[in-house]
């Protein structure tokens, strides 16, 4: 008897996803702050625990959840999804949308959305993982679906890995997970090697000497100071990296002083830069520490500038085995596969997961976007930028076709290394 493709077995399996739709629904209108998952996280366990299959474990490294469901002898397959929101003010007019605000880690009263798709995420892995359950007839080993909070801090994965995630469940073969974007809703892209940017951010605190603003000869003014650093990071990218290359520099704030008439006596400047090779990223940390310390000593700042790194995140590297077996499944499975999707300048925690341990990884994108909006402005010739994408207060991916091909892709990555 011929082997049932990873296509035919999921058909067969046809989960309902209409609870699932509310259950995204929810997730939307209660979202929460990176390490404040609380709500989130206890849903998502008490979902698990329903299935019966799952042997649930939460609190990890924060608020993470991960399930695990043995089913015989074979290979380990971890899934992940993440949890946590931004600190954007929703406004996509959805019946669903949230109106929640919370306090950030600095105690600010913030409104708060899931402007990233995360609720997305949580809803695919968690149907997936009933699918799973329900199949268990046509795959052998281990399933672990893995719940991971702050993501958009840089924080959660290795917060996890830290708290004793793999002395809880057992160490995976591969590691897989997707995100929803900016893309034709229907669409699954993916691509060998690297296929998200590493990211870094750092605060930048220059000092100088308060005073009078119409006695500005007995000050030494920070704002000028700051505003001169600003300009020259610009050339760091355009004048020190290879054209070839991929980087971004990007200062995405500036703030000194508290009204008009006072010169402050400090600045500081967040920063935010993106590459790919260690090399350099390593060359862009040293330019700026030339650019900002040469500036504070042609100002005549009274004392050295001050460097605080605030996120890390590592580059997301595909196995190229695993990603080329799992673009076969793909291809044959969706109408709309891309296996050579462009490389982005966005970043993950995700591959910590598998870094940490030596464990290989494949990340995959779907897309959110209506798709007679997306033809509709490819018709028009207009930039696809006009759509809002994530971390957008307009950001709504919609729910179908985008939570079934999440869902289908999840379970083709566990069955593909599964299947009996």
């Given at each position: 008897m011929a082997q049932k493709s990873v296509s035919d077995i999921l058909r067969s399996a046809s989960l309902d996803l209409t609870p699932y739709e509310d259950l995204y629904k929810h997730f939307h209108a209660h979202p929460e702050l990176s390490q404040q998952e609380e709500s989130t996280s206890r849903k998502v366990a008490a979902h698990l625990s329903q299935l019966k299959a799952y042997e649930v474990h939460t609190n990890i490294g924060g608020y993470g959840v991960a399930g695990v469901?043995?089913?015989?002898?074979?290979?380990?397959?971890?899934?992940?999804?993440?949890m946590d929101a931004l600190p954007v003010k929703e406004l996509t007019g959805l019946p669903y949308a949230s109106l929640v605000t919370m306090r950030d880690a600095d105690g600010i009263e913030k409104p708060v959305m899931h402007a990233c798709g995360h609720d997305m995420h949580i809803t695919c892995l968690l149907a997936a993982a009933a699918t799973l359950a329900n199949i268990q007839y046509a795959w052998s080993g281990t399933v672990i679906v893995l719940f991971q909070p702050n993501e958009e801090r840089g924080g959660g994965a290795q917060a996890m890995v830290d708290d004793g995630l793999y002395s809880k469940v057992p160490l995976p073969d591969f590691i897989f997970g997707q995100?929803?974007?900016?893309?034709?809703?229907?669409?699954?892209g993916s691509r060998p090697g690297t296929i998200m940017a590493a990211a870094d951010s750092l605060k930048i605190t220059v000092y100088g000497r308060g005073g009078h603003g119409s006695l500005p000869h007995q000050t030494v003014d920070p704002v000028l100071?700051?505003?001169?650093?600003?300009?020259?990071?610009?050339?760091?990218?355009?004048?020190?990296?290879?054209?070839?290359?991929?980087?971004?520099?990007?200062?995405?704030?500036?703030?000194?002083?508290?009204t008009e008439n006072i010169i402050a006596d400090r600045a500081?400047?967040?920063?935010?830069?993106?590459?790919?090779?260690?090399?350099?990223?390593?060359?862009?940390?040293?330019?700026?520490?030339?650019?900002?310390?040469?500036?504070?000593?042609?100002?005549?700042?009274?004392?050295?500038?001050?460097?605080?790194?605030?996120?890390?995140?590592?580059?997301?590297?595909?196995?190229?085995?695993?990603?080329?077996q799992l673009a076969?499944?793909?291809?044959?499975?969706?109408?709309?596969?891309?296996?050579?999707?462009?490389?982005?300048?966005?970043?993950?925690?995700?591959?910590?997961?598998?870094?940490?341990?030596?464990?290989?990884?494949?990340?995959?994108?779907?897309?959110g976007i209506d798709a007679e909006l997306w033809d509709k402005v490819q018709r028009e010739d207009n930039p696809t930028e006009e759509i809002p994408g994530n971390h957008s207060a307009l950001f709504a991916p919609v729910i179908q076709p985008t939570m079934k091909v999440g869902v289908d892709a999840l379970c083709i990555a566990a069955l593909t290394f599964l299947r009996k």
């Amino acid at each position: 008897m011929a082997q049932k493709s990873v296509s035919d077995i999921l058909r067969s399996a046809s989960l309902d996803l209409t609870p699932y739709e509310d259950l995204y629904k929810h997730f939307h209108a209660h979202p929460e702050l990176s390490q404040q998952e609380e709500s989130t996280s206890r849903k998502v366990a008490a979902h698990l625990s329903q299935l019966k299959a799952y042997e649930v474990h939460t609190n990890i490294g924060g608020y993470g959840v991960a399930g695990v469901l043995r089913n015989g002898v074979g290979r380990t397959i971890l899934l992940r999804a993440d949890m946590d929101a931004l600190p954007v003010k929703e406004l996509t007019g959805l019946p669903y949308a949230s109106l929640v605000t919370m306090r950030d880690a600095d105690g600010i009263e913030k409104p708060v959305m899931h402007a990233c798709g995360h609720d997305m995420h949580i809803t695919c892995l968690l149907a997936a993982a009933a699918t799973l359950a329900n199949i268990q007839y046509a795959w052998s080993g281990t399933v672990i679906v893995l719940f991971q909070p702050n993501e958009e801090r840089g924080g959660g994965a290795q917060a996890m890995v830290d708290d004793g995630l793999y002395s809880k469940v057992p160490l995976p073969d591969f590691i897989f997970g997707q995100h929803v974007m900016r893309m034709r809703a229907g669409r699954v892209g993916s691509r060998p090697g690297t296929i998200m940017a590493a990211a870094d951010s750092l605060k930048i605190t220059v000092y100088g000497r308060g005073g009078h603003g119409s006695l500005p000869h007995q000050t030494v003014d920070p704002v000028l100071l700051a505003a001169h650093i600003v300009i020259r990071l610009q050339g760091i990218v355009s004048r020190e990296i290879d054209p070839s290359d991929l980087a971004v520099v990007t200062v995405g704030s500036l703030q000194a002083g508290q009204t008009e008439n006072i010169i402050a006596d400090r600045a500081e400047i967040g920063l935010d830069f993106r590459t790919v090779k260690l090399e350099t990223r390593q060359k862009i940390i040293s330019a700026i520490q030339r650019i900002v310390e040469a500036e504070c000593m042609a100002s005549g700042s009274p004392k050295p500038p001050l460097f605080t790194p605030t996120r890390r995140f590592p580059p997301t590297s595909n196995d190229k085995h695993i990603a080329s077996q799992l673009a076969e499944s793909f291809e044959k499975h969706f109408e709309d596969f891309d296996g050579d999707t462009p490389r982005t300048n966005v970043s993950e925690d995700f591959s910590t997961l598998g870094t940490s341990k030596g464990i290989p990884c494949c990340f995959w994108f779907i897309g959110g976007i209506d798709a007679e909006l997306w033809d509709k402005v490819q018709r028009e010739d207009n930039p696809t930028e006009e759509i809002p994408g994530n971390h957008s207060a307009l950001f709504a991916p919609v729910i179908q076709p985008t939570m079934k091909v999440g869902v289908d892709a999840l379970c083709i990555a566990a069955l593909t290394f599964l299947r009996k």
